[in-house]
T-cell receptor, first 113, second 115 residues
């Protein structure tokens, strides 16, 4: 079975902190994704990566950056956390073909105080 | 550009009743379609997918969906709801023509099951 592991289930940080969310997958997937999920807004794509050191902006990249130094790991970085970044963050991975599903981690519920 | 519309943000059924969650898509190319389920405080889990071939697709937990090209629909059904089916359900279409592997998600439908 595909395993996508997010480093924390719950995280509390303070405004202005630099926050790192880590995601690791074990299926040699080329694609990796970061979403945030808010009530009433569904899933919104922040960034995705289709190869090591490659990244593409999603729908809401402002205030975020990403890093993919190794194929299995995709990190989301909040450069200076703000309260409006309090949310559920979901990582996913997939093979590049369009008929392949994305596999999701369990999510990180991040609170910025 | 592809898009997905899920009709009804909340659906409530009684235990044992039919579950019908509606999904319509827009796509200028042959679509690849997916249904995911999300239980509280968890990630999304794949229920089923349609890529090519048989238009009636069976998934996990007794769910199935039928691809109807003429209606641009991919509705999710289950003959008899169980309390454990209470969750949020997402329909998605692949943006394969533009960016392989990227999915376009609907807004989600929250399913409640009454005893």
């Amino acid at each position: 079975d595909v395993k996508v592991t997010q480093s924390s289930r719950y995280l509390v940080k303070r405004t202005g902190e630099k926050v790192f969310l880590e995601c690791v997958q074990d299926m040699d997937h080329e694609n990796m994704f970061w979403y945030r999920q808010d009530p009433g807004l569904g899933l919104r794509l922040i960034y995705f990566s289709y190869d090591v050191k490659m990244k593409e902006k999603g729908d809401i990249p402002e205030g975020y950056s990403v890093s993919r130094e190794k194929k299995e790991r995709f990190s989301l970085i909040l450069e200076s956390a703000s309260t409006n970044q309090t949310s559920m963050y979901l990582c996913a991975s997939s093979f590049p073909e369009g008929n392949q599903p994305q596999h999701f981690g369990d999510g990180t519920r991040l609170s910025i105080l | 550009a592809q898009s997905v519309t899920q009709l009804g943000s909340h659906v409530s059924v009684s235990e044992g009743a039919l579950v019908l969650l509606r999904c319509n898509y827009s796509s200028s190319v042959p679509p690849y379609l997916f249904w995911y389920v999300q239980y509280p405080n968890q990630g999304l889990q794949l229920l089923l997918k349609y890529t090519t071939g048989a238009t009636l697709v069976k998934g996990i937990n007794g769910f199935e969906a039928e691809f109807k090209k003429s209606e641009t629909s991919f509705h999710l059904t289950k003959p008899s709801a169980h309390m454990s089916d209470a969750a949020e359900y997402f329909c998605a279409v692949s943006d394969w023509y533009n960016q392989g592997g990227k999915l376009i998600f609907g807004q989600g439908t929250e399913l409640s099951v009454k005893p």
